[in-house]
């Protein structure tokens, strides 16, 4: 059976949120963000900074040279986090299959929702009213029959758009495809694609799944798929979800330890928001460290009480950092997950247990 998928994704979420609760933003850059005379990073920006070429994670004090009359304003998480639990509450009453893939973004699987005469298109018509409605904050969707084509989709028509991929539009739209748009092709992989010729999905498609196992290891068969428009990954809802991760490739390589803890520090907060939202702890906390030369490393810690807080994750960052070679060899890559989840409610019934830092 063809599935129907939409995927949301609010628009310049952080600046957003600033701008609706200070009107005075309004026809302005705004930039959300570290310091930019204190080696901080872009989070985000509305799209009239977009337009001078400010992205997210590039260097504050480079988008402060591309647009020196920009606003910038210090993030602030809770007023995000709130926004999007509002988000995702409305998602909620269309179908519990959903899958959070951000703090502001989401997976919804309506295949079996019979509201709006069972069109995703209706209902994801209805969720960007409905957003707009309580939070008076732009969203957009993508329809389409996989996650792949929902996620292109719902960028098609960025800020504030609906696009819908048909079954039978999908694959016309691949062959057409830029590789580094391909879900899992980074920089990285999409370097490597070039090298073989391969610059669009067509390219891909001539490829046998043998030549592409060859080159891409395990990930290979999943690149064949999607080039023929396959794509099977499921809507998976939070409650069977195994880990919660956040992470960032970073706009240059970078070496300064106190940024990159700032960095972390940030993908921690929006994990733990996670974990709250909904309402679980985690008993192991992974860092994840890709250096220049692309070799990655993973450093983990038990924590047996569990934690859902910054606060109880502060104490054992600096222990897992010494375990790595940040700050020593450059970085391009800095993330972190929370895993082996456990309800916030049982842990609470238990005993008190001493927490050490592996
Ligand atoms: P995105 O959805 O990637 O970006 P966006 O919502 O700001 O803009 P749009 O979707 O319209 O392109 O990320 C959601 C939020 O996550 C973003 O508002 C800020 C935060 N974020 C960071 O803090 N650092 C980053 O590098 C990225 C990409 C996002
Ligand atoms: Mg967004």
Known sequence: MVRKIIHIDMDAF????????????????????????????VATCNYIARSYGIRSAMAASIAKVLCPRAVFI????EAYRYASSQVMGILARITDNIEPVSIDEAYLDVSNVDDF?????????????QIFKETRLTASAGVSYNKFLAKLASELKKPDGLSIILPNEGLAFIEALAIGKFHGIGRA?????????????????????????LHFGKVGAFYYQLARGIDLRPVKSDHERKSFGAEITLEQDQTDLVLLKAILLKRCEEICALLQKNNLKAASFTLKVKYSNFEQVTRSLTLPQGFDNINQLIPYLDFLIQKTQLGKQPVRLIGASASHLISATFLASRPVQLCLPF
Do not use: W, Y
């Open 14 to 41: 952080f600046a957003a949120v600033e701008i609706r609760d200070n009107p005075k933003l309004k026809n302005k850059a705004v930039i959300v963000g570290g310091d930019p005379d204190k080696r901080g990073v």
């Open 74 to 77: 210090k993030p602030r998480f």
């Open 117 to 129: 005469q069972g069109s995703a298109t209706l209902i994801a018509h209805h969720l960007r009213a």
């Open 189 to 213: 992989t999409e370097k490597k694609m070039h090298a073989l010729g391969i610059k669009i999905g067509a390219d891909l498609a001539h490829l046998s799944e043998q030549q592409l196992a």
